[in-house]
């Protein structure tokens, strides 16, 4: 949850350790019947026993709230009256997503990371509170760049538009509070090499100095230099399952 390690995967889980696996996959089921809901869970596992501490309802965004309630309907889950109520306002507006547009041979990505949380951010590189606030006070949209992003680095944070570390994943606690905020939140860079000194970074192989734009794709999990054009679009198979509920 500190961020300050890269979490290995659930594939890594399931062939460690297979009954603890097939555990946590029968308590994530009993979880989401009993509340009728996608639940946001931590867990933990010592000595090979699995322990469940704290669940609560899963944050979302709209397009993932309006999925999740289809899905959870489709399953039995939840009534079709109740997956109404919760996709209630949610039109085009509301389910329209960023995704970057690039041009046939156009420059290829700098580095990869993993996605946490989804949209896409362009700003201006910072490596800390001060700058974030500087530069917002001088106007600019600013991306946060991070070893690992702590509980003191909320406030740069909550300034910028999105949030890019080189360790952690995407149950880390700055992720979790990234989603939370709206944020952009890409982590687990292994690419990303931070010379704070110099107030400098290294980018798949490139050297950026603070300042210099960059632009996060929350859904791919994609670093691109500079600002990459980038249109809105509607998911249409959502559109058409909504219609579908709503006219049932």
């Known amino acids: 949850m500190s961020g300050r390690r890269s979490a290995q995967g659930h594939d890594q889980l399931a062939a460690a350790a297979p009954p603890v696996w097939h555990e946590l996959l ?3 089921q009993q979880l989401e019947q009993a509340f009728g809901d996608m639940q946001d869970f931590e867990f933990t596992v010592e000595n090979g ?5 704290q ?9 993932a709230t309006a999925r999740i309630a289809l899905d959870l309907a489709d399953e039995g889950v939840i009534s079709l009256d109740e997956a109404r109520r919760r996709t209630e306002g949610l039109g085009e507006d509301q389910l329209a997503v960023p995704r970057v547009v690039t041009e046939d041979g156009a420059a290829q990505p700098l580095a990869q990371a993993v996605s946490a949380a989804h949209g896409v951010a362009i700003g201006e590189i910072v490596l800390d509170e001060a700058a ?3 530069r917002q006070a001088a106007g600019a949209t600013v991306l946060l760049l991070r070893q690992d992003a702590e509980t003191r680095d909320l406030a740069a944070l909550d300034i910028a538009a999105g949030l890019l570390t080189a360790r952690g ?9 990234a989603r939370q905020l709206g944020k952009v939140c890409l982590v687990g860079c292994e690419q990303l090499v931070i010379d704070t000194p110099h107030r400098r970074v290294r980018l798949g192989g490139e050297e950026l100095a603070e300042g210099e ?4 794709d929350g859904g791919s999990g994609a670093i691109w230099r500079g600002a990459v054009r980038t249109v809105r679009e509607v998911p249409q198979d959502l559109m058409a399952r909504l219609a579908a509920l709503r006219a049932g």
Not at 49 to 53: A, D, H, I, K, Y
Not at 55 to 63: D, E, L
């Open 49 to 53: 026993r699995l322990w469940l501490l």
């Open 169 to 177: 994943a995407r149950t880390s606690h700055a992720a979790v509070v």
């Open 213 to 216: 734009v960059l632009t996060l």
């Open 55 to 63: 669940t609560r309802a899963g944050k979302r965004t709209a397009q």
């Open 132 to 134: 974030a606030r500087a």
């Open 26 to 28: 029968a308590a994530t």
